[in-house]
């Protein structure tokens, strides 16, 4: 199974081009809930990992990307996971993303990762539901034996005072619940200050301990042969979701005897507010149906479900390759336009300052003939002569300039052009690759008297290639 990627340079970390992925190399998760500043984290490291880093409730990573950059002697990849409280994705694909991606890749490459830095906004002035779940869900996939490959990482101190930030620091450390069990059990605990040199001695401290370690979720799922529903981050996310849709089932039943208090009101205000939350609330109960039940899914299923998503990825992909292509022959022919119209200008120009040039010798003849009255109009041509030639000057540099920028455009479309044709036939080669290994570790666990129901992703891989300098 071959791995490629793309990137550039920074101070000490040498992004790599066409990079192969081996089981030496340095294997690095980061994690944490939205907006923790994962992706920040691993654009000081690789700064053309990340086109545009979110500020905005959409979240920057939306499935598993690897990011890869040379240190010193070591290759290092750093993975890029979406966190449980993603805006646009239910907390159980983000899941079966991390567990697709770490069980794939620990059964058929055997890559064993190096450490996981967990990413906590030091802004926080508590912690949030969202981020408590996500980090129960983050300990069950570690499991205890893994705590000591895990480095508690606060971000954005430059957002908070540093006796703010000292005190929210001392309470994760101190409460049990939260980071003071894991730091018990070997956990470490660093403050990122938003620079490279912050993030590479965080990098440093795991490649520097010489080991690596095998998450309990990749313990369950491929030696354990466990569907992802039956494992311990499998059942907390689930307990979760289950706690989510009776709070909301709730809700909702209390919603009804408020609007029919309201109907009986007649007012029409509160009756629409009501049905709002009412819609609002089933939702949230239908998503947490959905998620519990994404959570139980067969490794058959699973193929069949990828294949099906692969077809549809490259049907789109296809679509945005055709309008990709539409829109640079538009601009070639657009700059052809302009570069005809443009010659007729000159041509133009050029007989309309012969013209003028010939009326100018006629005066000056007629002077130098003593024709004393013709003296003050041959002043006046020469003087509109060069006007007229400093404004035929500056369009022509104007049109020189506008020829360059779009040259320049049809140059960068067709960069575009060239480098979808080059994800497209990066993706197709690396899916297919990862179906072929699929259906061979199907095979395998059948004619061991059984499936796998592991609970993996359906289009990670499609992501990972679209994200940055170094793809998987």
Known sequence: MAFTGKGGTNNYAQ????????????????????????????????????????????????????????????????????????????????????????????????????GIIYLHRITDTRMSGNAYKNLRTFQKMCGKPSMSSVVLVTTMWDQVSIEDGAIREADLKDTAEFWGDMVKEGSTMYRHTGDYHSAMNIILHLINRHSTTILELQKEMVDQRKPLDDTDAGRELEGEMIKQRQLFEHKLLKTRQEMDEAIARKDKDLIEQIARDQERFQKKIDDAQKGEKDLRISMEKLIADKEAQHKKDMEAFDRKLKDQEAQTRKKDDEFKDFMKRTELEREQEAKKRAAREAELDAVKEQVEQGDIEKFAVLQAAIEALQQQKQAADEREARLRQEAYDREQAIEQERINTQALYNQRAQIAAFQQSMFQQEQQMSQTMQSMGGGMGVGMVGTAILGALAGGCDVM
């Not at 066409?18 to 190399?25: A, F, I, L």
């Not at 809930?33 to 994962?38: D, E, F, N, R, S």
């Not at 950059?69 to 159980?92: A, E, M, Q």
């Open 15 to 114: 992004e790599l081009k066409n990079t192969t992925y081996s089981p030496d190399d340095v294997y690095i998760a980061i994690m944490g809930v939205t907006g923790a500043g994962k992706s920040t984290f691993i654009s000081k490291c690789c700064p053309k990992a990340v086109d545009g880093i979110g500020h905005g409730l959409k979240s920057e990573t939306q499935e598993v990307q690897v990011f890869t950059f040379r240190h010193n002697k070591n290759t290092v990849h750093l993975i890029d996971t979406p966190g449980f409280d993603d805006t646009y994705r239910t907390d159980s694909d983000v899941l079966k993303d991390m567990a697709y991606w770490l069980s794939i890749t620990y059964e058929t490459k055997k890559i064993k990762l190096t």
